[in-house]
């Protein structure tokens, strides 16, 4: 029972390399595609790695480009065989690599669906703790955090990690610019366990142009602060959104941009990989018959799936035996040998 | 005494023809180019539409759109006459025509190198423009409830922040303006009464900017308030304090991005004139050779070809005299082939 046999007159033997040739050269191109997402991504990510903490996310765009520079070369040493195909005496050079290059194919088109995947899980971890460093302007290593988080929220239209409340729990104004000596202040850093200064305002960064009022974004719960102001009903103050979710939003917007362009490589992969197999038993078919012109059968596999995998499994398993003898033969020989003595006896 | 003359063989006027004729086609191309440098400049103007008092700027676009379409359709025109050049029949049928294209087309260009010049020249204009537009943006800011009018606090903002500047020349401007509206003031309250009665006009003014002005760059949470007052702040002195606000006016920063726009687009349109030049010299070799080629009667010969039959001087002169007597009528006693009876 052969899986999904196909006959294969010389015509369309020389259409389907034909064909495969024209797939291969633009599962090239769209090789490299892969790796320009990759850099795109990478350089993304970068401009965004002061405030995520989590460098993990850099293995997406470092599959992406790896598989980018695999697919290309596989790609390629696909159209090579496949100009080959028709030639019998080039033919036969190519025939042990092709069950490694079909093993290197499905690796590659799982790495990919594997780091599309990973990448959504991990856009949902990745905005780091960036607002509990934004004051922190005389640190090194840190002193353009609150430039970054300004920036941030200002391009992104949001305020804080969920919502404009994170900056009251937060001190975003540093020790150096607050009068000790006030009372107002000591008061304020007494009133709470860490000893941190929190007040009611958030930055200015934090103001949404649209608003028709002049942005109110200091003494925001305190109602007698500002006239004619309610922190509940006034909705174009601030921005409303947490940067948490602006950013995933922001992400998956870049996704839903990438995500069919990657669909549709993984799809030409797959289709390359078909077209191959048939090309290859075709192509070995028709060697093997006198007249090579004639008409030959291409399929996928040669046995049934549940056959391919008891055949698959028994070699394996000679291999890890790593060639001794098996014992059934051991005795089979041994049986001869004595029925051989037998007769010779008798 | 002709100007410019060259001898043409009959190869080297084939030659020529087909040359003008893929020089004519690349002119086309510079002529969509040109029309999308206007088109683009257009957009950008009207971007900040609103920060501009008068939409007089708008003619160097415009002008650059139409050269740019007659452009084309010029040089397309001259492509198809300089591949029928390439034989003296088919000349025939443009010989008339050929004169007056020239003509038109050596105006045409004239017209690109105005438009060229433009681009350098409309500086001026655009400061004043920019200044009385931002002027009364800056004074309209706080009518978010008038109608045409309640997008200006919106475009005002957006536009300190992109282009990191504050207010006209600086942030003081601010200072003189009143840009907090009537409904957002307690006038009850006597700090704010003391305010408005302490001006003219009834003002609302404090020494505070719009959040918009606030810096980035500044290691110091943004002081938009009392900006003046060192008091009000701990450890501040307005005077050293450089980052807290975009110390750049906007009309400086609009100013120099429209400038660099404006420069490129000027260069660009000048090398264009330069390749039209160039062309209209060619076809007109074209043109007097192959007049010079029906003169002399045998189309294979050698011909001349020239810029001006005659030396400048003459050549005005006649022109001169063709435009004098262009009015007059015809007169018995000045025809040379009557007999007046005296």
Redesign the interface.
């Known amino acids: 029972m052969v899986l999904m046999k196909i006959t294969f007159p010389l015509q369309r033997r020389v259409r389907l390399a034909q064909g495969l040739w024209l797939l291969s050269w633009l599962s090239v191109l769209s090789g490299g595609f892969l790796f320009c997402l990759g850099v795109y991504l990478k350089t993304e990510l970068i401009r965004r790695a002061e405030i995520m903490d989590y460098t993990d996310i850099h293995v997406v765009p470092n599959i992406l480009m790896m598989v980018g520079l695999a697919s290309i070369g596989t790609n390629w040493f696909a159209s090579r065989v496949c100009q080959d195909s028709l030639d019998a005496t080039r033919f036969p050079r190519w025939k042990p690599f092709l069950l490694g290059w079909f093993a290197m194919a499905v690796v590659l088109c799982s790495l990919l669906l594997a780091a599309m995947v990973l990448c959504f899980a991990l856009i949902l971890y990745f905005l780091g703790n960036g607002i509990r460093f934004y004051r922190d ?2 640190v090194p290593g840190r ?1 353009f955090q ?2 970054t988080i ?2 941030l929220q ?1 391009e992104l239209r949001c305020c804080g990690n969920n919502n404009y409340r994170d900056w009251f729990e937060v001190q ?3 020790n ?4 000790f000596t ?1 009372k107002e202040v000591k008061d304020r850093v007494r009133s709470n366990v860490d000893g941190r200064y929190l007040l009611d305002g958030v ?3 934090c ?1 949404n ?7 109110l ?1 200091t003494q925001l719960l305190d109602r007698n602060a ?4 309610e922190l509940q009903t006034e909705e174009l103050n601030l921005y409303n959104r947490g940067c948490r979710q602006a950013l995933v939003e922001y992400y998956m917007g870049l996704m839903n941009r990438i995500g069919p362009g990657v669909l549709s490589v993984i799809f030409m992969q797959a289709s390359v990989f078909v077209s191959l197999r048939y090309l290859q038993t075709a192509t070995e078919g028709a060697m093997a018959l006198e007249n090579p012109e004639d008409d030959s059968e291409g399929y996928l596999l040669e046995k049934s799936i549940p056959e391919t995998i008891e055949d698959c499994k028994s070699q394996v398993l000679t291999l890890l035996k790593l060639g001794p003898v098996d014992p059934g033969d051991a005795e089979a020989p041994a049986e001869d040998k004595g029925a051989a003595d037998a007769a010779t006896s008798g | 005494m002709a100007v410019g003359k060259v001898t043409f063989t009959k190869a080297e006027r084939e030659k020529l023809a087909q040359l003008l004729w893929l020089l004519n086609w690349i002119s086309v191309l510079t002529g969509v180019i040109l029309f999308s440098l206007g088109l683009f400049l257009r957009v950008e103007i009207q971007k900040r539409q609103e920060v501009m008092s008068d939409q007089e700027i708008l003619y160097v676009p415009h002008m650059l759109i139409t050269t740019g379409l007659v452009a084309c359709c010029i040089n397309f025109l001259g492509g198809k006459i300089c591949y029928e050049c390439t034989d003296t029949s088919k000349f025939l049928r443009w010989k008339l025509v050929l004169l007056p294209y020239i003509v038109c087309t050596f105006f045409f260009t004239f017209c690109v190198l105005v438009g060229a010049l433009m681009c350098y020249s409309i500086r001026n204009q655009l400061e004043e423009s920019l200044f009385l537009g931002l002027r009364n943006a800056m004074r309209y800011y706080k009518d978010t409830d008038t109608p045409g009018r309640c997008f200006l606090k919106r475009t005002v903002d957006l536009l300190q922040m992109q282009f990191q500047c504050c207010g006209n020349a600086g942030y003081r401007d601010w200072f003189h303006v009143q840009w907090i509206s009537n409904r957002y003031l307690d006038m009850t309250s006597s700090d704010v009464r003391d305010r408005l009665r302490s001006n003219v006009e009834g003002k609302y003014l404090m020494d505070g900017v719009p959040f918009s002005c606030c810096s980035t760059l500044s290691p110091r949470p943004c002081i938009q308030q009392q900006v003046t007052n060192n008091s009000a702040h701990y450890n501040y002195r307005h005077q050293t304090e450089q980052l807290n606000l975009w110390r750049r006016g906007c009309r400086q920063a609009l100013l120099d991005h429209y400038t660099s726009i404006m420069r490129s687009i000027g260069l660009i349109v000048l090398l264009i004139w330069l390749f039209e030049l160039l062309v209209l010299t060619g076809v007109r070799y074209l043109q007097t050779a192959m007049e010079n080629v029906l003169r002399l009667g045998n189309p294979d010969c050698e011909s001349d070809g020239w810029i001006l039959e005659n030396s400048l001087a003459e050549t005005a002169r006649s022109n001169f005299n063709i435009i004098k007597n262009l009015g007059k009528c015809y007169q018995v006693d000045d025809d040379p082939n009557i007999n007046p009876v005296s």
Do not use: G, Q, V
Request: aromatic share 16%; charged share 25%; glycine share 0%.
């Open positions: 302007t005389d002193c609150k430039e300004d920036r200002m975003w104004i540093s150096r610019y607050l009068d006030s930055p200015f960064s103001c142009p649209a608003s028709p009022r002049p942005c974004h500002h006239y004619n102001f």
